[in-house]
């Protein structure tokens, strides 16, 4: 992965390297449980867990999930990150302020491939620059249902962030659209059902 200042991909990659072989040593439900993987990877890492993402990691508190300013360390981050795919219920994810590096924005938009509801990011004010832009652009690209993206004081190249802002306005036109045949789609099986009601029998 690309270096940008702040960021120790040795130190990264040595720690999830580190936390996923002793995940692989967890029982079947701490894998796929995301509170009790999130629980496990913290107390792999030394590390305290997040009230914030412990709360959001059961599944019971919304969609969205707020981190701004919650300070972060880089290996207090690493849990969260890799227990993000077994959030299937995430919408709308802030991580402003929280000195996310390339490397780090990387592995986000790794976590967030899959996930079927993600619709918005906000990753600004954070020390990434173009190929952490090149990593959210290749994610909205992929990734249909997310509308809006925002990168704030990024320091990338401007054609990268227009194409990154590109995206995210043909994924929302996409999703207008996309609600609009569903709602002439509803009318049209009501008109239908209106339609096929049986008759009343005369005299009834």
Not at 5 to 12: F, G, L, R, T
Not at 29 to 48: F, H, I, W
Not at 173 to 189: N, P, T
Request: proline letters at 5%; a negative charge.
């Amino acid at each position: 992965m690309p270096v940008t200042p702040n960021d120790d991909i040795v130190e990264i990659s040595r720690r999830c390297d580190f936390l996923c072989m002793a995940l692989a040593s967890a029982e079947d439900d701490v894998k796929t449980n995301p509170t009790q993987r999130y629980m496990y990877l913290c107390k792999a890492s030394g590390e305290r867990p997040n009230h914030t993402f412990l709360h959001f990691s059961k599944g019971t508190c919304g969609t969205r999930l707020d981190l701004h300013r919650a300070y972060l360390s880089q290996r207090a981050i690493l849990p969260i990150l890799l227990t993000l795919p077994f959030c299937p219920w995430l919408e709308h994810i802030n991580l402003r302020e929280e000195r996310l590096t390339t490397t780090l924005v990387e592995l986000l938009c790794e976590s967030l491939r899959n996930l079927p509801c993600i619709r918005t990011i906000d990753v600004s004010m954070n020390p990434f620059g173009s190929f952490g832009v090149q990593a959210l652009l290749r994610l909205v690209l992929r990734k249909r249902s997310i509308v809006d993206c925002y990168v704030g004081d990024a320091q990338s190249v401007g054609s990268l962030l227009r194409r990154l802002q590109m995206a995210c306005e043909r994924n929302r036109r996409d999703a207008v659209d996309m609600e609009e045949e569903e709602e002439e789609e509803e009318d049209e099986k009501e008109e239908k059902a209106f339609y096929t009601l049986p008759a009343e029998c005369p005299g009834s």
